[in-house]
Each structure stands twice: as C-alpha cells, then as structure tokens.
C-alpha cells in the first residue's frame, strides 16, 4: 500500500514542486513529509503559508482515505492554525475517522520539527473525501 500511495503522490506537479514525501500509508492512516525552503514557502511573518499547511493536511486525509477506499476526491476540507508554522520540516498525519459507503470522514495534524527530532503541533484539519470512479478519458 505505502508503493501505491507514493506511485500516486509522484503523479501531482504540486506535490513534487512541495517536495511531499509519503512515510507511511496504511490501514486508514497516512504521513506526509515536506521539507522547509525558505525561499518560496514563507508567508509574510515568514511561518509557512496557509496554502501550503491546507495542502499538506488535505494530502494526509487524502491519502488516508485512499488506503481503505481507492480512489477518492475532497468535497470539504478544514484547517485550524494553531500556532506559527515554523520548522526545518513538517510532518501530517492523517487518519480515517469513519469510512462510510458514499462519504469518508478524516482528521490530520500538521507538526513542525525542530531542531533535533522535536515535534510542535501547528494545524489541524478535517477532510471528507468522496469515493469515485476512474473519470472518463479525456476527448
Ligand atoms: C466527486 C465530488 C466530490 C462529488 O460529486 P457528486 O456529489 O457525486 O456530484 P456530481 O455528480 O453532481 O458532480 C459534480 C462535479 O464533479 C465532477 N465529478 C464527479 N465525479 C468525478 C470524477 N470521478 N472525476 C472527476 N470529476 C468528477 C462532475 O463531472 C461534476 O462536474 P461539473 O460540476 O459538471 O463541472 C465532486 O463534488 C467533485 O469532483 N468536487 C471536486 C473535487 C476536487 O477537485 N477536490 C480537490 C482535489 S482532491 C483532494 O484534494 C484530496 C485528495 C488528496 C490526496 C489524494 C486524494 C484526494
């Protein structure tokens, strides 16, 4: 599963310009490591965009869903910024809450590490993922 879900991950532009890497995809779980760059990933303060903390907790949902419902595409995500994201990385981990037949319920973490292997929780989020068939061949 963890081949799989990174096979997937190589296919977004966005996720290999973010540098996301999977670390781990299983039984309704997913983690998710990015790397700080400095240099494209600041907001004004300098903490880490919002686009890029919804990014990251919406992939970790997604990529939870994905392991016990294939494929699968976000109606409705969340985030809650807890405190500045700062780190030399960031690590989400994303679980399933509930797996229903139309609707998968999830949750993520967002942490920054620090120096050492420290973790700070920085986010939260929510994601309901919706299970769909392949789409159509483009014409
Ligand atoms: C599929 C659904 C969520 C629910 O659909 P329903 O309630 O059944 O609604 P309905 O049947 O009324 O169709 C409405 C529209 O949906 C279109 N469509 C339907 N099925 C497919 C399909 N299989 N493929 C493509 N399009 C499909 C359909 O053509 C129609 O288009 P139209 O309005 O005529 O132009 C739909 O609202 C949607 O696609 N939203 C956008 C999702 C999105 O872009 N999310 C963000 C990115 S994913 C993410 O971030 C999470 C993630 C991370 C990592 C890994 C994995 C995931």
Redesign the pocket.
């Known amino acids: 599963m963890l081949d799989t879900i990174q096979a997937?991950n190589k296919t977004?532009a966005f996720n290999r310009w973010a540098g996301f890497e999977v670390t781990r995809a299983a039984d309704g779980e997913a983690e998710l490591r990015m790397q700080w760059r400095e240099e494209d990933m600041g907001q004004y303060a300098g903490f880490l965009h919002a686009g890029l903390i919804g990014a990251m907790l919406?992939?970790a949902?997604?990529?939870a869903?994905?392991t016990v419902a294939g494929?699968?595409?976000?109606?409705h995500?969340s985030v809650n910024c807890l405190s500045p994201a700062l780190g030399r990385a960031f690590i989400a981990r994303g679980k399933v809450v509930k797996a229903g037949r139309k609707q998968v319920f999830t949750t993520a973490e967002l942490y920054g590490q620090g120096d050492g292997d420290s973790l700070k929780l920085v986010a939260t989020g929510t994601?309901i993922?919706?299970p769909?068939?392949?789409?159509p061949p483009a014409k």
């Open positions: 997937i977004a919406d992939t949902c997604g990529f869903a994905a494929r699968v595409l976000a109606s995500f994601a993922l919706v769909v068939e392949a789409p």
